[in-house]
């Protein structure tokens, strides 16, 4: 302890008072260290350095502290001269309540510091530290999903979740595709996730820090559509804006297109993209010039585009362009081996955004994989939400849990049949209109053009519905 303030002197006011306090703090902690003004370790206690796991105290002295303590800051105590009262620091994955103080020699200059661990047992600080924790999370999850707003996407490779040989191999060809700047076609049913790859392509590209601009073919009613690709140019008819409204494609400029439905695009368009495309120039609506443009293009559908190119509703020179690298997502009935860790990361999800807590037993993943998910993930998904909230708080989803889901979407179309007492009406046609709606696209395996079909409607119309469904 005498050669604590091994400085040349010793007559500092605030050294003095620390050197008087000091016997009673080392007492009542859990750990005591000094630094100089250098931030070398100048002493530390036997208790503090059996807390961090250190062999030997007397090899720490002379070192660095950041070297022996990574989360430490002294260093700013020693820089500010400021003290940090009350602080949590994290040493080993555990949490240490610290007191940092700087001292002074007598010319008022800082010589060093000195830091007390208040407490290593947090069970007292519960509520503060959870506190603590919260805040902790929610700013991991704001600045991640800030660095997803300022690319334009929220999803990375690692959020394609599976480990089978099929997701396996969905994510070796997306690494391919992301390190070559090609046309990408995604192929896969409704809700396995063409929407989540496109965007980790482009995440994992080096196109990342410019554009991802997705547009989806099937949502845009015929008409807008051209508009929508290229762009207006001022005044191309009329009641349009003096101003140039730029299209998708020079919106996604330098950067990534996602062409979402493209087996969707009617055929005057389909020729319009082909030459964008092979010339790499687009002419804005209404304007008499080009523009040049440079976008990588990921195209996704759930359709099957040869047998349209048999039938003739898509052009089969687009097709070859949009397909130089193909990938085929299998439905997740194919995939069943990866229930279990897309419970486990679907399940900490939906938890994470609710503030729920939530597991499934095996048991639980298994009555999940007698089911064959004609809507794929995003089913998944549903049902793994209802049968949460259906639960209670930190319940295990065991296949009772799940049964009681999966039955409640098959037998919905029947109790609809059992009368209900009045409503008004604009409900009851809402309603309706909702169950057709799912029930056309149960029957038609998701398919939404199969769907708008039979219910006698355009894609964008059934979009649109289902849009405000959601
Ligand atoms: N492999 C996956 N791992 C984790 N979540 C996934 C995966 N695939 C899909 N999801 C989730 O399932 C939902 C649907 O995915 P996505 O929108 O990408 O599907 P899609 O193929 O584009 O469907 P659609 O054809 O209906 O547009 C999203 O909530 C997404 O986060
Ligand atoms: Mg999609």
Same mark, same amino acid.
């Given at each position: 302890m005498s050669q604590l303030f091994a400085g040349k002197n010793k007559s500092g006011l605030t050294r003095e008072l620390i050197e008087a306090l000091f016997p009673m703090f080392e007492e009542a902690s859990a750990g !005591?260290?000094? &630094?100089? @003004?250098?931030? $070398?370790?100048?002493?530390i206690n036997h208790s503090y350095s059996? *807390? #961090? +796991?250190?062999?030997?105290?007397?090899?720490?002295?002379g070192r660095p502290v950041q070297q022996v303590i990574p989360q430490t800051r002294m260093p700013e105590v020693?820089?500010?001269?400021k003290p940090l009262l009350l602080d949590i620091m994290e040493h080993n994955?555990?949490?240490?309540?610290?007191?940092?103080?700087?001292?002074?020699?007598?010319?008022?200059?800082?010589?060093?510091?000195?830091?007390?661990?208040?407490?290593?047992?947090l069970q007292p600080l519960t509520p503060l530290v959870?506190?603590?924790?919260?805040?902790?999370?929610?700013?991991?999850?704001?600045?991640?999903?800030?660095?997803?707003?300022?690319?334009?996407?929220?999803?990375?490779?690692?959020?394609?979740?599976?480990?089978?040989?099929? !997701?396996?191999? &969905?994510? @070796?060809?997306? $690494?391919?595709?992301?390190?070559?700047?090609?046309?990408?076609? *995604? #192929? +896969?049913?409704?809700?396995?996730?063409?929407?989540?790859?496109?965007?980790?392509?482009?995440?994992?590209?080096?196109?990342?820090?410019?554009p991802f601009v997705g547009v989806n073919v099937a949502a845009v009613p015929e008409n807008l559509l051209e508009a929508e690709f290229f762009g207006v140019a001022p005044g191309a008819y009329t009641g349009a804006d003096r101003r140039t409204r730029d299209g998708k494609f020079q919106l996604a400029n330098g950067g990534t297109l996602f062409l979402d439905e493209v087996g969707d695009m009617p055929l005057p368009l389909q020729a319009k993209l082909l030459r964008a495309l092979q010339e790499g120039e687009i002419e804005?609506?209404?304007?008499?010039?080009?523009?040049?443009?440079?976008?990588?293009?990921?195209?996704?559908?759930?359709?099957?585009?040869?047998a349209m190119i048999a039938q003739g509703s898509f052009r089969s020179d687009l097709y070859y362009r #949009?397909?130089?690298?193909?990938?085929?997502?299998?439905?997740?009935?194919?995939?069943?081996?990866?229930?279990?860790?897309?419970?486990?990361?679907?399940?900490?999800?939906?938890?994470?955004?609710?503030?729920l807590r939530g597991e499934?037993?095996?048991?639980?993943?298994?009555?999940?994989?007698?089911?064959?998910?004609?809507?794929?993930?995003?089913?998944?998904?549903?049902?793994?939400?209802?049968?949460?909230?259906?639960?209670?708080?930190?319940?295990?989803?065991?296949?009772?849990?799940?049964?009681?889901?999966?039955?409640?979407?098959?037998?919905?179309a029947v109790s609809a049949m059992v009368p209900r007492s009045v409503r008004p009406l604009a409900r009851i046609m809402a309603e309706a209109e909702a169950q057709a709606i799912e029930e056309a696209l149960l029957v038609s395996r998701g398919n939404r053009t199969r769907a708008a079909k039979l219910l006698g409607i355009s894609r964008s119309v059934l979009y649109e519905k289902l849009a405000k469904m959601s």
């Open positions: !005591a260290i000094a &630094v100089d @003004r250098q931030t $070398r370790i100048t002493w059996q *807390l #961090l +796991g250190l062999d030997d105290p007397a090899q720490a002295v020693v820089e500010t001269g994955r555990q949490q240490l309540v610290v007191t940092r103080l700087p001292y002074y020699d007598d010319k008022g200059e800082i010589e060093g510091a000195v830091a007390f661990v208040l407490y290593d047992d959870s506190k603590y924790r919260r805040l902790h999370q929610d700013l991991a999850a704001a600045r991640k999903a800030l660095a997803r707003k300022a690319r334009g996407t929220r999803y990375s490779l690692g959020d394609f979740v599976g480990a089978s040989p099929a !997701a396996l191999e &969905v994510k @070796r060809r997306a $690494r391919l595709a992301a390190g070559r700047d090609m046309p990408v076609l *995604l #192929l +896969g049913e409704t809700g396995t996730g063409k929407e989540v790859l496109a965007q980790a392509i482009h995440t994992v590209s080096a196109r990342a820090d410019r804005p609506l209404g304007s008499n010039k080009v523009v040049q443009v440079d976008v990588r293009v990921i195209a996704a559908t759930s359709q099957n585009l040869e #949009l397909n130089v690298l193909e990938i085929t997502i299998p439905p997740l009935r194919d995939r069943l081996a990866d229930l279990g860790v897309l419970c486990e990361a679907l399940i900490g999800e939906i938890c994470e955004g609710q503030g499934i037993t095996d048991a639980g993943v298994a009555a999940l994989g007698s089911y064959d998910w004609p809507g794929n993930i995003r089913e998944l998904r549903n049902v793994l939400e209802r049968a949460l909230t259906m639960s209670e708080d930190g319940d295990l989803l065991d296949a009772d849990a799940i049964f009681k889901v999966l039955q409640r979407s098959r037998s919905r």
